[in-house]
C-alpha cells in the first residue's frame, strides 16, 4: 500500500526515485512546473524529451498520457512527463486529470521507482479548481495498484497545501 504524504516547496529539490513534470504536450518545456524543471535539471532532459519528439511522440504526447526520462541534474533518477487536461467549466475531463496519475505511477513502477513527488497537476496555468484538483489526485494515487511505496505531493504555496491537507 502507497503511502502518502504532503510537503511545502519547490518539487526540483526533492530527493526521490522520481519526480512528475506537469508538462505540455510538446515536451519541449514551458513555464511553471515544467519549466523549473527544466531549468534546474539541465539540457539532459531537454535532449531526451526531443529524442522522444523525434521517434514516438512526433504531435507530441497526449493529454493524460505520461513518459519518462533522465532527471539530468535534479536529486532523483527520472522525471516523468505528464500532459494534464485544461479545465474546462463545460466539460468533465476528470478522468483525463485521473489518468495523468495513474499513468505516471505505472510508467513508475515500469522503472522500478520507489516514491514519487507529485505536483498538483493542471491547478496553475490550465486553472483547474484546487479543491477539486486534490480531490481527484489523492483518490487516484490511493486507489492505483502500484509497486511505489511514498507518493509525495509537493505544493509550492501553503494555500495549496492547506487544501491537500483538508483533503485528508
Known amino acids: 500500500m502507497v503511502t502518502?504524504?504532503?510537503?511545502l516547496g519547490d518539487i526540483t529539490g526533492q530527493h526521490v526515485d522520481a519526480i512528475v513534470?506537469?508538462?505540455?504536450?510538446?515536451?519541449?518545456?514551458?513555464?511553471?512546473?515544467?519549466?523549473?524543471?527544466?531549468?534546474?535539471g539541465g539540457p539532459e532532459i531537454l535532449a531526451e524529451c526531443r529524442a522522444l519528439r523525434a521517434s514516438r511522440y512526433g504531435?507530441?504526447?497526449a493529454t493524460g498520457r505520461?513518459?519518462?526520462t533522465t532527471a539530468g541534474?535534479?536529486?532523483?533518477?527520472?522525471?516523468?512527463?505528464?500532459?494534464?487536461?485544461?479545465w474546462s467549466p463545460d466539460e468533465d475531463r476528470s478522468e483525463l486529470l485521473a489518468s495523468c496519475y495513474r499513468e505516471s505511477l505505472r510508467v513508475?513502477?515500469?522503472?522500478?521507482?520507489?516514491?514519487?513527488?507529485f505536483p498538483a497537476i493542471s491547478t496553475g496555468v490550465y486553472r483547474w479548481p484546487m479543491e477539486d484538483g486534490a480531490r481527484i489526485a489523492l483518490a487516484t494515487v490511493r486507489a492505483a495498484g502500484t509497486t511505489v511505496s511514498e507518493v509525495r505531493f509537493v505544493l509550492f504555496d501553503q494555500a495549496a497545501h492547506d487544501v491537500f491537507a483538508a483533503q485528508g
Open 21 to 40: 513534470n506537469a508538462a505540455n504536450s510538446s515536451l519541449l518545456g514551458g513555464g511553471g512546473v515544467d519549466g523549473a524543471i527544466h531549468r534546474k
Open 66 to 68: 505520461a513518459v519518462a
Open 108 to 117: 513508475a513502477d515500469e522503472l522500478g521507482a520507489r516514491t514519487v513527488a
Open 59 to 61: 504531435k507530441g504526447l
Open 4 to 7: 502518502v504524504s504532503l510537503a
Open 73 to 86: 541534474r535534479l536529486p532523483a533518477q527520472w522525471v516523468i512527463h505528464t500532459v494534464g487536461p485544461v
